[in-house]
């Protein structure tokens, strides 16, 4: 988790009293392209906006040029199209145990 934050260059948190409730962790160029790589929100605060708002800052914060690309969790497929996303079937994807041949 440690490295996971130490790399990506692009942070938004949510909080709640002082507790944690939702992070965007992104990377970015800010100005072509940001990929945002987790979008959480703590079960307890979910379908009260946190995490649209998450991302709304996140894209804010990446610049207004910079695309926003992102690989869902198969569970949060369905959120993605809710709030404005579309889907791009120009994607490509190795996974970590798959090289190029």
Not at 51 to 63: P, S
Not at 71 to 95: D, V
């Amino acid at each position: 988790m440690a490295s996971m934050l130490r790399h990506a260059n692009l942070v938004v948190t949510a909080w709640d009293d002082g507790v944690l409730v939702g992070i965007s962790r992104a990377l970015s160029d800010f100005s072509f392209v940001t990929y945002l790589s987790d979008l959480a929100v703590r079960r307890s605060h979910q379908r009260q906006g946190i995490g649209k708002e998450l991302i709304r800052r996140t894209q804010a914060l990446a610049g207004t040029q910079a695309k926003l690309i992102l690989l869902a969790a198969p569970a949060a497929e369905p959120y993605y199209p809710h709030i404005g996303f579309t889907h791009h079937p120009q994607a490509w994807m190795l996974g970590p145990d798959e090289r190029v041949r």
